[in-house]
């Protein structure tokens, strides 16, 4: 049974940093590749970073430069590390693992950035 377990939401003010982590049992962790979206209420989910098996990285433009994203394959865990937070960063935010064409979700973690 595929589980990825998101934690580490929550409430945050403007420029505060928050680190999201998501713990994969279940699947052959090295091999697939991991990475995280959100959405915000009323909009799509969207992507923001991933991480290959490889361990290359790729950041939405929105995040780049704020956001990044890690993996420890000892661990089975995928880390996203958010700094200078905006309002606009409030989401709840998703973990999900890709190999070929299966793909997993987690359940999402909750952040907002509010003042």
């Known amino acids: 049974q595929v589980q990825l377990v998101e934690s580490g939401g929550g409430l945050v003010q403007p420029g505060g940093s928050l680190r999201l982590s998501c713990a994969a049992s279940?699947?052959?962790?090295?091999?697939?590749?991991m990475g995280w979206y959100r959405q915000a209420p009323g909009n799509q989910r969207e992507w923001v970073a991933s991480i290959s098996s490889g361990g290359s990285t790729y950041y939405a433009d929105s995040v780049k430069g704020r956001f990044t994203i890690s993996r420890d394959n000892a661990k089975n865990m995928v880390t996203l590390q958010m700094n200078s937070l905006k309002p606009e960063d409030t989401a709840v935010y998703y973990c999900?693992?890709?190999?070929?064409?299966?793909?997993?979700w987690g359940q999402g973690t909750q952040v907002n950035v509010s003042s």
């Open positions: 279940g699947i052959i962790f090295s091999m697939n590749a």
């Open positions: 999900k693992a890709q190999r070929a064409a299966r793909f997993y």
